[in-house]
């Protein structure tokens, strides 16, 4: 079993910068990397892939935050950050994280799949204001 605890978020003027954080507890005993991801999602809109990354520790991001968000995992692998800058009011949403419960290995485009997930955080909010 896996659980997901989320921190960090908040608000903050356009331009500006939030990190966000999700701890990775399991428990029993599992071997290898989940693939992980952030995902965003405004009321009434479906749920959308920001960054992702793979059980090797390849990463993907979304085209609408390349070049201003970073995602990674530490060395022990069970803690994942997303660093976005430069956010703009539109990147407004609340944040989760998600985990797969295979160690299978996901392509770039599946990474943002949010049906690909089995686990998720509770979701934290982020507010960009203009």
């Known amino acids: 079993q ?4 989320e ?12 990190s966000l954080a999700c701890t990775v507890t399991v428990t029993g005993t599992r071997n ?10 405004v009321p009434g809109k479906e749920r959308e892939g920001v960054a992702g990354i793979d059980t090797l520790g390849g990463t993907t991001l979304a085209d609408f935050v390349k070049g201003r968000s970073s995602i990674s995992r530490d060395n022990a692998r ?16 609340r944040y989760y994280c998600a985990a797969t419960a295979s160690t299978q290995w996901l392509d770039w485009r599946r990474l943002l799949q949010p049906h690909q997930y089995d686990y ?5 909010q982020v507010t960009v204001s203009p």
């Open 78 to 93: 069970n803690t994942l950050s997303l660093e976005m800058t430069y956010l703009k009011p539109e990147d407004s949403a």
């Open 120 to 124: 998720w955080g509770q979701g934290n």
């Open 2 to 5: 896996v659980q997901l605890v």
């Open 7 to 18: 921190s960090g978020g908040g608000s903050v003027e356009a331009g500006g910068s939030l």
């Open 32 to 41: 290898g990397n989940f693939n992980m991801a952030w995902f965003r999602q």
